[in-house]
């Protein structure tokens, strides 16, 4: 920042986890939209990435798969190390692989192959609803933070009883600069711990479908054949760690950041008295919430991007919340607008990676919404928002409110 209170982006280090301590730093975001839309950010003197915060260029960047690769990581505390999981699992893969990994698991991911867990589901957000109708202060982060394993709980064949420990153990795994998550011994001992705790329990969960096949989706990916051979274990578990973290950025998150700006500006009930408007809103909540704060790329050969020259094997990494703030994209991109359309957010990404659990993240929220609105009138603010310290996740760890019950 400048004495004159405006950013200059040579002084932004966007690799600083605690940029993003208050949520999005969108005055950082603006500025750089203008006046370094693809910047370069050193890191610890001898890495870097490309930073991309205008739309354009993002769009690009996560729809070329062959001048950006995913097989290198997607996420940024992979910078300067291997990815284990490269041609192993359908996010750090690129096309034809990436497709031939991903069809089985997106058949068994769509709306209609998962109505028969609809049911449970509007169950689950009920019972996390409940303690709500007291009409007292709740946290409304707890509630949400649960919702991905409501759906892909009975997906995987993971009882109740495990939701909270995978809650945090994927917390661990996508916020480990988080004091709320990150142990003693530091950031590597956090990702150590959250990774060979993770892997261990679907490792385990692998083992046991294939002792007792349940004919869910991890038995899809068990039975899986790519190129004529059989996808190890340990492909298989990258393969269902991927998708635990991607349904833990969108559907517990977008809700919160929603609420807490209906919250703020009055707006819950207008859209829980207009049924019509459930769909457009929950892309609007999308939009707004930009859940996975960015994706890393690695160009293959070397590109221009705007007025920049992109280094074959530099790193790229698209920031997703500024994209979607983009002026020249999206009309008075700061305002919360149920009624916007178009709406072509970038929350799930684009191209090929497209967000694979896109349709059952919107179920989820649609349930959510539905029921919510059915069962309180209003809600208001109950005290301080805790915002979860990450590069990655642009999540709220605390979101205190007050709901009337109707």
């Not at 294939?210 to 340990?234: E, F, H, K, N, Y």
């Not at 760690?241 to 807490?260: C, M």
Request: proline share 7%.
């Amino acid at each position: 920042m400048t004495g004159r209170g405006l950013v200059d982006p040579d002084l932004v280090d966007l690799s600083d986890a605690r940029l993003f301590d208050h949520g999005e730093p969108h005055q950082v975001w603006q500025a750089l939209r203008a006046r370094r839309p693809v910047r370069w950010q050193p890191v610890d003197g001898s890495a870097g990435f490309w930073a991309v915060t205008g739309y354009a260029d993002a769009e690009r960047v996560l729809s070329d798969h062959s001048g950006f690769t995913s097989t290198r990581g997607v996420f940024l505390n992979m910078l300067g190390r291997e990815e284990p999981a490269s041609d192993l699992q359908f996010s750090a893969s690129d096309p034809p692989r990436h497709g031939k990994l991903r069809r089985p698991v997106q058949r068994e991911m769509t709306v209609r192959a998962v109505r028969r867990h609809t049911e449970s589901l509007r169950a689950d957000i009920l019972r996390l609803l409940s303690p709500a109708l007291d009409g007292g202060p709740v946290d409304f982060a707890s509630i949400t933070s649960t919702l991905p394993l409501a759906i892909l709980g009975p997906l995987f064949g993971i009882p109740a009883a495990d939701w909270p420990r995978l809650t945090r153990l994927v917390g661990m795994s996508v916020a480990e600069d988080d004091p709320a998550y990150q142990l003693p011994e530091g950031v590597e001992a956090t990702l150590q711990r959250a990774h060979r705790e993770l892997f261990g329990y679907l490792l385990n969960l692998v083992l046991a479908h294939r002792r007792r096949p349940r004919g869910d989706l991890v038995d899809v990916l068990a039975s899986m054949t790519v190129d004529g051979r059989p996808l190890s274990p340990g492909a298989v578990v990258a393969n269902c760690y991927s998708l635990l973290l991607g349904a833990s950025a969108a559907i517990p998150h977008v809700p919160s950041a929603a609420l807490l700006e209906l919250s703020r500006s009055g707006g819950y009930a207008e859209w829980a008295r207009q049924p019509d408007l459930l769909d457009s809103g929950i892309e609007e909540a999308l939009r707004w919430a930009a859940p996975a704060r960015h994706f890393l790329r690695c160009a293959t050969r070397e590109a221009r991007l705007g007025d920049v020259t992109i280094g074959a094997g530099d790193a790229v990494v698209v920031w997703i919340g500024s994209a979607n703030r983009d002026e020249r994209v999206f009309a008075d991109p700061h305002r919360f607008d149920l009624r916007r359309t178009p709406n072509r957010h970038l929350s799930f990404g684009d191209g090929h990676h497209y967000c694979i659990g896109a349709p059952l993240a919107r179920l989820t929220l649609r349930t959510f919404f539905t029921e919510l609105f059915r069962c309180f009138s209003s809600i208001e603010p109950a005290g301080d928002v805790e915002y979860v310290r990450s590069t990655w996740l642009a999540g709220i760890r605390r979101l205190p409110l007050v709901a009337t019950p109707r």
